[in-house]
Structure formats: C-alpha cells, structure tokens
C-alpha cells in the first residue's frame, strides 16, 4: 500500500524539500503544515498514516509539536507519529514514549539525508512499531543507572541488544551490528524478556515493553 504522509515543520525549505522527497520515493503526502493548528487540521480532514512533526514550532518554539503529537495519539490512533528534532531532547521525547511506544518514532533532523534508513523508520512506525535516534539511546545509555530497576541485572551485551532494539531494529540487522549470529540475538533477548519479567505475549509487544522498561530506568519515569 501507499502510505499517506503529513508534514508539519515551520521552515517551509524543509517541509517542500521533504515533500518532493518523498512524493519521489513513491508516497503520497496529503498535507504540509506550518504549525500545530495547521497539522491537526490536515491529520482531521486526511487521517494520514504517519505525520512527520518537528518538536518546536510556532508560536513559542518549545513543544507545540510534543502536543500535537498527543492529540493525534488521543484522537487519532490510526496515525502514526514521527517527531524530529534539531537536538537530542530526551525529556521533550519521553513525554511520549513514557506512556506508549507504539506507533511512534523520535529522529534528529539530520537522519533524513539517509533516504533509505529515513523511509524504512517512516514504514515501522506507520505500521505500529518503534524507532528512537541512536544519538539520544546512546546519552541514556551513558547515564547512571536509577533505583533497583531490574536493567541493572542485564549484561554488557544485552544492553547492547536493548539500546538496539530501542531504534527499531529486528534481530537479524541487530545480529549484523553486533557481529554476532542472530540465534545469540534471539538468546539475549528472550534473557531480557525474562529479567523484565515480561509474560509470553505476541513478540512485538513485548519488544516494545522491554524498550519502554529500558527508557524509563535511563530517565528515572515511573508507570
């Protein structure tokens, strides 16, 4: 299928450069936005399958695209979110993904010169996954840790397969990363799933549970 895309970002050089990209790779943008108002309006009246939102717009530039990107969730949960950034802001970020993960990425504006990467993150959101900017896993990576999470159980290694998974990445390209055969990704990770305490449930969920545990332990959220 074709999917639906809207824009909202206040440079109009961005927004216009990104919607000929993307009309070129095959996808059908059904609106561009300069602001918040603007994209719920678009998201109302075309139900995209994904908006691409930037954090700061008009009028104040600090998180009209964070609240945006909540009332699409709330009201409109057949759209995905892609929220882009300038800076890495974990905290503007996890007003997100503290509550759910799904259907929602976070990427620094200078991931969109890898068209490939680019798109196949715009796909795995659209289609109910999950993708994090490798710059901001890696600052909470970088962080101490916070209470008695169970993250302090996890080895070296799964931790490494943990802040992977937080980009959305499937075992075979964590495998490929990590050098390492995608059984030895798959042991790690059903050893994750049980230091989590996570139950048997369809795979993709409790991916996303696992990542969602991992941030709030970088960032000290609770539940």
């Given at each position: 299928?074709?999917?639906?895309v809207?824009?909202?970002?206040?440079?109009?050089?961005?927004?216009?450069?990104?919607?000929a990209l993307?009309?070129?790779?095959?996808?059908?943008?059904?609106?561009?936005?300069?602001n918040?108002?603007?994209l719920?309006?678009?998201?109302?009246s075309?139900?995209?399958?994904?908006a691409?939102?930037?954090?700061?717009?008009?009028?104040?530039?600090?998180v009209?695209?964070?609240r945006?990107?909540?009332?699409?969730?709330?009201?409109?949960?057949?759209?995905?979110v892609?929220?882009?950034?300038?800076?890495?802001?974990?905290?503007?970020?996890?007003?997100?993904?503290?509550?759910?993960?799904?259907?929602l990425?976070?990427?620094?504006k200078?991931?969109?010169?890898?068209?490939?990467?680019?798109l196949?993150v715009?796909?795995r959101?659209a289609?109910?996954?999950?993708?994090?900017?490798?710059?901001?896993?890696?600052?909470?990576?970088?962080?101490p840790?916070?209470?008695?999470?169970?993250?302090?159980?996890?080895?070296?290694?799964?931790k490494?397969?943990l802040?992977?998974m937080?980009?959305?990445?499937?075992?075979?390209?964590?495998?490929?990363v990590?050098?390492?055969?995608?059984?030895?990704?798959?042991?790690?990770?059903?050893?994750?799933?049980?230091?989590?305490?996570?139950?048997?449930e369809?795979?993709?969920?409790?991916?996303?549970?696992?990542?969602?545990?991992?941030?709030?332990?970088?960032?000290?959220t609770?539940?």
């Open positions: 299928m074709t999917l639906r809207a824009i909202a970002d206040d440079s109009a050089l961005l927004r216009r450069g990104l919607s993307l009309t070129a790779e095959g996808l059908d943008v059904v609106g561009e936005a300069a918040a108002v603007e719920l309006s678009v998201v109302a075309h139900r995209p399958d994904i691409i939102v930037d954090i700061r717009m008009p009028p104040t530039y600090t009209e695209g964070i945006a990107a909540e009332t699409i969730r709330a009201h409109y949960p057949g759209t995905g892609l929220l882009l950034s300038q800076y890495v802001e974990t905290e503007n970020a996890m007003a997100l993904l503290g509550s759910s993960a799904k259907s990425g976070y990427l620094l200078e991931r969109v010169s890898d068209i490939e990467d680019f196949d715009l796909r959101v289609f109910g996954g999950t993708a994090v900017d490798p710059d901001m896993v890696s600052r909470m990576v970088s962080r840790g916070v209470g008695d999470h169970p993250i302090h159980a996890l080895s070296e290694r799964e490494d397969v802040a992977l937080a980009e959305g990445r499937t075992n075979s390209a964590i495998a490929a990590l050098f390492m055969g995608e059984r030895t990704v798959e042991a790690h990770v059903r050893s994750i799933f049980g230091k989590f305490g996570l139950r048997p369809p795979e993709d969920h409790r991916r996303v549970l696992a990542v969602l545990s991992y941030l709030r332990s970088t960032t000290g609770r539940s």
